[in-house]
């Protein structure tokens, strides 16, 4: 981060006015970090350069409609976004924030309605359209190829030749060396993305971006992937990228990070705009009620646990992951019934392996396992799951739907073969349905029925269907892997809720997660992981924040 | 220049073995080494051809089974254009020709129309043989001869010299200018990073401002003209006849090159020639007898070695993520 933002500011214990300390707002230093030199010609009421100036209408829309079939994705949106602004767009999942976006930059056509750039109201046609009247976009899958080095994906689309067609790709690395000097995002111009961690690979697509000529550059979740240190250093270039007269619109599910950077919000809800409002009128309980459309509960109501006899019982594990490495190394930790053991640590550090490895999905290297006095070490996931262990795993997706099957059938998936829901190898349809019909209703899974595919939920609701299938057979073990990610405010507050009621019933819960804000608010116990293995164990009441980021980042 | 020898460590290691094993055999079996060499690169050229038709449409997201129908179309209309018209030259275009439509049909049945590119091929090879079998007439001869040509001083080399540039037939020039320029052209050229991006990570070229479905139509279409070339080299160069089924699976083998060349230009030319060589080994092996093997088992020498090389290729090379998928904006 250079010298400019000599530490990455403290988000987390003052999102108000954390990221703004270390701004500099000289002429110079706002000149060597702009993105679109035109921008200097422009008088300071038009630029917006420098802090609370914000300048000329820059992205003007007017009665945005898109409907896909019969879902009306985007109803009616009027928005507009001045230079220099950081704008949030803010709603649950499905609530047509993409779709939105996507507009502006190309990718989808509206039904009606016009986006006007700098005053210009002619559609835009294709990306490449968007790209030439100056806007940019960070996808939230990552439009990189993997198997190209930093310096061809910065290219693509705008390649320095020589000679014709020829590829200078030396001037190419020259490019990304200097641009990622000026913004202070480190990046190799030779590594091929594939081999870069997450968070590195979302510099590339932001430098990507930054190295046509934006006026507006647009972030779709960007922060989705991001470890807390990672999302504190976007935020700080986020707001120096405002400061030198670039208009930003984000797209988040939190709050904090709205309240922390941007200037004013777009509440979306149902792919309509139901409030506009500026951050400094508002709070995070006032966003959240907008979102959802009524009163939200943020933090947790949850009594003292009364822990009971031990549950899982995890010693000296040891697990590789995909590549042979040794991604779990040690690790031991025990879980009693009754309460919440949270997993704090940053990604990579041997959670997903550790939770695969407990679900049978992984084979174990060496150290043992135990539910009660059942040995999971060698077990698959069908004797897991017939042990007592619910699992909702990282990847929804992946692991835990299959999505063209319909919300009935992705409810019974672990135990179809058994009665009521089967008889004599033969399906029984009826108890299906009975069963999520009932699971529909208890678990609030917003759907036109329980025959919808469950690929065609949004992401809140396919995470409902998960949690209600892994909740709903009572296990004695719950293990639920980053239950909320991607998933909307209303969803959280449900989930949450679930799992602290899963414990008041007397079951051990696992929890792993990114989100030190979930770990915090929710467990009775946390367990801090480092290189794939416990470094500290505390109290939730005794935990201090600093002192647990200080863990994860290996500092013990 | 020392970066790339770094990085190409292995490869450069066994193309100087394989050279040097190639120069002493030449010395050490000076009766029957220039023949072999020679018909092996000779087995190789309509290889390499259709290798390359292969590499830039897998290069593009578009797989090829169609190469085997190009070929026999291109080799069908190239021998017979020719002999009806009189022309030679009149028979190349109509092969090349032949090649570019065949290639226009895949491009635009699979990019165009989203079509499963698998039958999309299939469908190609089925009218392929129809057509050529239907409409066969035995008895045409050829007006001409596709000339040879000598390239001045590179002729002198032994052994590369006399088997690649001396008295070799146009095409097979053509073949390894081809080779060499479509290695270049992906990896140096804009057009080939596109190329590259647009057949692993679509969508990726898509938000950067490339027309992807364009892309993938010139490219796969202009391929054909390679294949048609391939066609013709069997049809009006090789054999100078045209029989049913002339193409004998090579549009296939020259798949399984591809793979075996790691979807690169230039592996892929030395990989039809070490297929040619196993070739031209079984044919030596049949001809001096000596050892006291069936000819029909030392007949299958090349697929057994196609089948140990892929075998030992599989799971290190990697081909483009995105081939065989059809490109769907999020708007459709």
């Known amino acids: 981060m250079s010298e400019r933002t000599p530490e990455p500011p403290d988000v987390h214990t003052d999102p108000q006015a954390a990221v703004d300390v270390h701004l500099d707002t000289s002429q110079e230093h706002l000149a060597s970090v702009v993105t679109n030199e035109a921008i200097l010609e422009l008088p300071p009421e038009q630029s917006g350069f420098g802090e609370g100036v914000v300048g000329e209408v820059l992205l003007d829309i007017e009665g945005l409609s898109k409907s896909f079939g019969s879902v009306r994705a985007n109803r009616d949106i009027s928005l507009s976004v001045r230079r220099g602004e950081i704008v949030a767009l803010l709603g649950e999942n499905g609530a047509g924030k993409s779709t939105l976006v996507n507009q502006i930059f190309g990718l989808i056509t509206p039904d009606t309605g016009t986006v006007a750039i700098k005053g210009d109201a002619t559609p835009i046609k294709d990306p490449r359209d968007a790209i030439a009247r100056g806007i940019g976009m960070v996808h939230q899958h990552f439009q990189l190829v993997p198997v190209m080095t930093v310096a061809e994906n910065m290219v693509l689309g705008h390649e320095t030749t020589r000679g014709g067609g020829v590829l200078d790709l030396a001037a190419a690395r020259t490019m990304v060396r200097e641009l990622s000097a000026k913004h202070g995002l480190a990046v190799d111009p030779d590594t091929e993305v594939e081999d870069l961690p997450v968070g590195t690979q979302q510099r590339v697509e932001i430098l990507k971006a930054l190295s046509r000529k934006v006026d507006l550059l647009i972030l779709d979740e960007p922060t989705a992937v991001l470890t807390p240190q990672e999302t504190d250093e976007l935020l700080a270039v986020m707001k120096e990228l405002a400061n030198s007269g670039t208009s930003i619109v984000f797209i988040t599910h939190k709050l904090r990070e709205v309240l922390a950077v941007a200037d004013r919000v777009y509440v979306l809800r149902q792919g309509a705009v139901v409030g506009e409002v500026a951050t400094k009128d508002t709070d995070a309980k006032g966003l959240a009620t907008m979102m959802v459309g009524r009163e939200v509960v943020l933090s947790i109501d949850k009594s003292a646990a009364s822990p009971g006899e031990t549950v899982l019982e995890v010693q000296d594990l040891h697990v590789v992951d995909d590549r042979g490495l040794g991604a779990v190394n040690g690790f031991s930790l025990s879980v009693r019934a009754g309460e919440i053991v949270g997993v704090a640590g940053v990604e990579g550090n041997g959670q997903r392996e550790l939770v695969e490895a407990l679900a049978g999905m992984r084979k174990v290297v060496s150290g043992r396992m135990a539910l009660g006095s059942l040995d999971l070490t060698r077990a698959n996931p069908h004797q897991t799951h017939h042990a007592g262990v619910g699992h909702v795993p990282e990847d929804r997706e992946k692991h835990g739907l299959v999505g063209t099957y319909s919300i009935a059938d992705n409810l019974v998936l672990n135990e179809f073969d058994q009665a009521p829901y089967a008889k004599s190898g033969v399906r029984q349809f009826d108890a299906v349905r009975e069963n999520a019909e009932k699971l529909r209703e208890e678990f609030d899974i917003r759907s036109s029925g329980v025959m919808q595919t469950a690929g065609s939920l949004s992401g809140g609701n396919k995470q409902k269907v998960v949690v209600a299938r892994e909740m709903a057979f009572k296990p004695k073990l719950l293990m639920a892997a980053q239950p909320t990610r991607g998933v909307d405010v209303g969803s959280i507050e449900f989930i949450h809720r679930r799992i602290v009621e899963a414990r008041d019933e007397g079951a051990a819960v696992l929890l792993v997660s990114a989100e030190l804000d979930e770990i915090l608010s929710l467990s009775d116990r946390i367990a801090v992981v480092h290189g794939g293995a416990v470094v500290a164990e505390m109290d939730a009441k005794d935990a201090d924040r600093t002192e647990i980021g200080r863990l994860m980042a290996g500092d013990h | ?332």
């Not at chain 2, 075996?260 to 060589?277: K, T």
């Open chain 2, 1 to 332: 220049m020392a970066a790339w020898v770094q990085k190409n460590r292995t490869t450069l290691g066994i193309g100087l073995g394989v050279l040097v094993a190639a120069y002493v055999f030449y010395y050490a079996k000076h009766d029957i080494a220039p023949s072999m060499f020679g018909a092996a690169w000779g087995y190789a050229i309509p290889l390499v051809l259709a290798a390359l038709v292969g590499v830039i449409g897998e290069r593009s997201g578009v797989v090829n089974i169609g190469i085997e129908g190009q070929m026999l179309l291109a080799a069908f209309a190239g021998f017979f254009g020719a002999a009806y018209s009189g022309s030679m030259i009149v028979g190349i275009l109509a092969g090349v020709g032949t090649g570019l439509i065949a290639g226009g049909f895949l491009a635009w049945t699979t990019v165009r129309w989203r079509m499963d590119q698998i039958i999309a091929g299939v469908v190609l090879n089925i009218i392929a043989t129809g057509i050529t079998s239907f409409y066969l007439k035995s008895g045409e001869i050829l007006p001409g001869v596709i000339p040879n040509v000598d390239v001045p001083l590179l002729k002198e080399i032994p052994l590369i010299g006399e088997t690649f540039f001396s008295g070799r037939s146009a095409i097979a020039l053509v073949a390894i200018l081809a080779a060499v320029v479509v290695h270049l052209a992906l990896f140096h050229t804009r057009w080939g990073l596109r190329t590259r991006a647009v057949g692993e990570y679509p969508s990726a070229a898509d938000t950067a401002g490339i027309n992807v479905e364009r892309l993938r139509l010139v490219n796969v279409t202009l391929a054909g003209s390679l294949a048609g070339l391939a066609g013709l080299y069997l049809s009006m160069d090789a054999s100078a006849s045209f029989e049913r089924g002339i193409t004998a699976g090579r549009g296939f083998l020259a798949l399984a090159i591809m793979i075996m060349g790691a979807w690169r230009p230039l592996r892929a030319l030395v990989m039809a020639l070490f297929f040619g060589f196993i070739n031209a080994v079984a044919s030596q092996l049949q001809l001096t007898g000596g050892f006291d093997v069936p000819p029909q088992l030392t007949g299958t020498l090349p697929y057994v070695a196609t089948l140990v090389v892929l075998a030992v290729a599989a799971g290190r090379v990697r081909g483009p993520a995105a081939a065989g998928q059809p490109y769907v904006k999020k708007d459709q």
